[in-house]
């Protein structure tokens, strides 16, 4: 097996939207997140995730979690791909799963309070916006930080219609199920009410 460099780790497991149709590379939907240039860029996705990740997973249970991760993740990659195809710089970082997943905590927590810099309290329903407003206007603001916004907007964006969707795991099923069981019993109580008028008829012929 080859020995890559870290060029070509990033350019082979990290996200280039170029790669994902031209070179097939689709892999890569899913690698870059695992990628981090950084100690200070990982240290601070995984305190994150930490912080919200937990009682995420506890609520919810790992397998569905995890599903909920990838999703979050993959949709930041789609999105990075969708608005820049042809781009040739990599993305890597877990930022659009970490987002997604704090996204989830503000919509079963709103009104929890957090501490921005561990000083000024704001709610998570307002927290999210604010991170969302961020995004977007950096996304549009042509300068180049550094940051894939548009991953970021992604992640919140795949996760959020996934939970309005309620696709966890088991989830589906339950709906289905439920969907079933309402059906069989709009079909009994019409089978009843026929019932009771064939009843009723006979009653009024007697």
Not at 59 to 84: E, I, K, N
Not at 180 to 201: G, I, P, V, Y
Request: include cysteine; charge should be positive.
């Amino acid at each position: 097996l080859p020995i890559w460099n870290r060029d070509e780790i990033t350019r082979n497991l990290g996200l280039v939207p170029a790669y994902l149709c031209a070179g097939g590379k689709v892999w890569q939907l899913f690698t870059y997140m695992f990628l981090h240039g950084s100690v200070v860029h990982i240290v601070f996705n995984m305190l994150m995730l930490w912080m919200f990740g937990t009682t995420v997973e506890r609520q919810w249970g790992s397998r569905s979690f995890f599903w909920y991760y990838l999703v979050c993740g993959t949709g930041g990659a789609l999105t990075t791909w969708a608005v820049g195809p042809s781009s040739q710089t990599p993305t890597i970082g877990a930022s659009a799963a970490v987002l997604g997943v704090i996204l989830a905590y503000a919509m079963m927590y709103p009104d929890r309070k957090v501490f921005i810099y561990f000083l000024f309290p704001i709610k998570m329903k307002y927290l999210v916006w604010l991170l969302a407003a961020i995004d977007l206007f950096a996304a549009f603001d042509g300068r180049q930080d550094g940051i894939a916004h548009f991953a970021h907007l992604g992640g919140m964006l795949f996760g959020w219609l996934y939970l309005k969707q309620d696709w966890r795991a088991g989830a589906l099923s339950r709906k289905l199920r439920a969907q079933n069981a309402r059906r069989k019993m709009e079909a009994n109580s019409k089978r009843t009410e026929r019932e009771q008028l064939n009843r009723d008829q006979l009653t009024r012929e007697t």
